[in-house]
């Protein structure tokens, strides 16, 4: 099967500092996700990378960058974190057998910007 | 642009009762349609899928139909249990989405009591 994994299930971070999450996936996908869940809104796409170096902006980018020096993992920067930051958030890897729109998710990191 | 609309929560019910989730979206194209569910604690995982109107995804027990005619795909299972209480995400990809990426709805909190 394949394997996400998100490095960090819990964080607590003060409002301006910086913020890396990692995520590392095993069965050499393509393209890796980075959402962000909140209540009420489902989850919601940050960015996307179909490729090493390659990345996409998705639908609420602002105050995140990423980062894919390798294939295998994709890490989401928060450069100055702030309170509406707190959230849940899932990175997921596109591919396998099972067809490829299936997305796999890592178990996710819950993050308190304080 | 593409979205996905599906019923608030949570929906409270008891055991062995008939559990839908309505599922209505808005894409271009012919979308796939998938079913994630996030059990307490974990990542979000499929539960089923449909490609092509009119095919009927299923799997532990839960169905959906792909209705092209009114843009819909409700889940439903006939019986519900207590191992079944969790969220559950309607979501679409479409053909040319970029990196394949999924639209997803706000999810569905589902509390099946003994």
């Known amino acids: 099967d394949v394997k996400v994994t998100q490095s960090s299930r819990y964080l607590v971070k003060r409002t301006g500092e910086k913020v890396f999450l990692e995520c590392v996936q095993d069965?050499?996908?393509?393209?890796m996700f980075w959402y962000r869940q909140d209540p009420g809104l489902g989850l919601r796409l940050i960015y996307f990378?179909?490729?090493?170096?390659?990345?996409e902006k998705g639908d609420i980018p602002e105050g995140y960058s990423v980062s894919r020096e390798k294939k295998e993992r994709f890490s989401l920067i928060l450069e100055s974190a702030s309170t509406n930051q707190t959230s849940m958030y899932l990175c997921?890897?596109?591919?396998?057998?099972?067809?490829?729109?299936?997305?796999?998710f890592g178990a996710g990191s819950r993050l308190t910007v304080l | 642009g593409n979205s996905v609309t599906q019923m608030e929560g949570p929906v409270t019910l008891s055991e062995e009762a008939f559990l839908t989730i309505n599922c209505t979206y808005t894409?271009?194209?012919?979308?796939?349609l998938f079913w994630y569910v996030q059990y307490p604690g974990e990542g979000l995982q499929l539960l089923l899928k449909?490609?092509?109107?009119?095919d009927k995804g299923s799997n532990k027990g839960f169905e959906a139909t792909y209705r092209k005619e009114t843009t819909s795909f409700h889940l439903e299972k006939g019986s519900v249990q207590v191992s079944d209480s969790a969220v559950y995400f309607c979501?679409?990809?479409?053909?040319?989405?970029?990196?394949?990426?999924?639209?997803f709805g706000g999810g569905t909190r589902v509390l099946v009591k003994p």
């Open positions: 069965m050499d996908h393509e393209n």
């Open positions: 894409a271009t194209g012919y979308p796939s």
């Open positions: 979501a679409l990809t479409s053909p040319k989405a970029a990196g394949n990426k999924l639209t």
């Open positions: 997921a890897s596109i591919g396998g057998e099972s067809g490829a729109n299936v997305l796999t």
């Open positions: 990378s179909y490729d090493v170096k390659m990345k």
């Open positions: 449909a490609t092509k109107a009119d």
